[in-house]
């Protein structure tokens, strides 16, 4: 038990970034799906974004990688930082979209799921060695 709760102590920040990236993944499938029903798929693929990017701020800022500090400045920095890494990621998404519907004509829904495994990966390195680093 002792070397379960060490392996846990000693990649909580992967564990907790997995879980709550399972929920924003889950948040930005489900809004995509929503929206892909009524709007062009870029068009509910940037909104599903929006909702999840709000979500994973939040809990990555709070829960995954403990960012408590009440300075105005660091809470800028992150906001401002998050959301333009998130940005960058958005055109990486986007791209994968756009081939996977517009070219290869894949189902919007697999291609989402299949895209936010990309994601996800890429957002993880975003926040933990750029946005949330340690002082």
Do not use: C
Not at 23 to 39: E, G, M, P
Not at 62 to 87: A, M, P
């Amino acid at each position: 038990m002792q070397t379960l709760i060490q392996l846990f102590k000693k990649y909580e920040s992967v564990i907790s970034y997995l879980f709550f990236g399972g929920l924003t993944t889950l948040i930005n499938i489900v809004v995509f799906d929503l929206f892909n029903a009524s709007l062009h798929y870029q068009i509910a693929n940037v909104i599903a974004w929006f909702a999840s990017v709000l979500f994973a701020f939040i809990t990555n800022k709070l829960w995954v990688f403990h960012s408590k500090s009440v300075r105005w400045q660091t809470f800028l920095w992150e906001t401002f930082s998050f959301f333009g890494f998130r940005l960058l990621s958005l055109v990486v998404d986007q791209g994968i979209m756009w081939i996977g519907i517009s070219l290869l004509s894949g189902n919007p829904l697999l291609v989402k799921i299949i895209d936010q495994f990309v994601i996800v990966v890429i957002n993880y390195f975003f926040s933990k060695w750029f946005i949330f680093r340690k002082s």
